[in-house]
T-cell receptor, first 116, second 115 residues
Framework: AQSVAQPEDQVNVAEGNPLTVKCTYS??????LFWYVQYPNRGLQFLLK??????LVKGSYGFEAEFNKSQTSFHLKKPSALVSDSALYFC??????????????FGRGTSLIVHP | EPEVTQTPSHQVTQMGQEVILRCVPI?????FYWYRQILGQKVEFLVS????????KSEIFDDQFSVERPDGSNFTLKIRSTKLEDSAMYFC?????????????FGPGTRLTVL
């Protein structure tokens, strides 16, 4: 079984400050992990993924995420937030030990609000 | 930049009616998906489609749902007899193959309201 939790419904941060959007996961095998962003009236856009290798993954728009196996976390980060980063962020996980399923499980989403 | 498109953006229907939600995936993608998100809840997988057949489906995707790729560009989700609990945002997605199969590109969604 695979599941993902985003413990915060909303994250507020001032422009220019670092931001973190939290995600924890549960899988029986090894995880593939993803972050997506949804802007108003748009579909989910792929930001980044962790498959294997370096625990720090860099993605689009200056975002990065850190895979932490011991804490089963994959938090999304950005060193300096922009007002334009305000959006809904979804974490997703796929257990690569699920006998060939390519379907990820998504979290509920976290609304990021960056204040000017 | 290529995008997944969906029509209509909002569909209102009466309980028991049939609805068809339409999607145009990215042209060179091979895998197609439908998800739904009930207001305030998680994005839930419904079905995936590859090589003109369903490759995976969830428990939600029961006999009242069907998918079709009627031509080389459209991908549709049909709900035969809608129920109140089918009210949700429905997202279509597509992905390429190989190492990029996991990178799904989503459309903007169709908001379905069943009255």
């Amino acid at each position: 079984a695979q599941s993902v939790a985003q413990p915060e419904d909303q994250v507020n941060v001032a422009e220019g400050n670092p931001l973190t959007v939290k995600c924890t996961y549960s899988v029986s095998g090894n995880p593939y992990l993803f972050w997506y962003v949804q802007y108003p009236n748009r579909g989910l856009q792929f930001l980044l993924k962790y498959i294997t290798g370096d625990n720090l993954v860099k993605g689009s728009y200056g975002f990065e995420a850190e895979f932490n196996k011991s804490q089963t976390s994959f938090h999304l980060k950005k060193p300096s937030a922009l007002v334009s980063d305000s959006a809904l962020y979804f974490c997703a996980v796929r257990d690569i030990g699920t006998g060939g399923s390519y379907i990820p499980t998504f979290g509920r989403g976290t609304s990021l609000i960056v204040h000017p | 930049e290529p995008e997944v498109t969906q029509t209509p953006s909002h569909q209102v229907t009466q309980m028991g009616q049939e609805v068809i939600l339409r999607c145009v995936p990215i042209s060179n993608h091979l895998y197609f998906y439908w998800y739904r998100q009930i207001l305030g809840q998680k994005v839930e997988f419904l079905v995936s489609f590859y090589n003109n057949e369903i490759s995976e489906k969830s428990e939600i995707f029961d006999d009242q749902f069907s998918v079709e790729r009627p031509d080389g560009s459209n991908f549709t989700l049909k709900i035969r007899s809608t129920k109140l609990e089918d009210s949700a945002m429905y997202f279509c997605a597509s992905s390429f193959q190989g190492a990029h199969r996991d990178e799904q590109f989503f459309g903007p969604g169709t908001r379905l309201t069943v009255l």
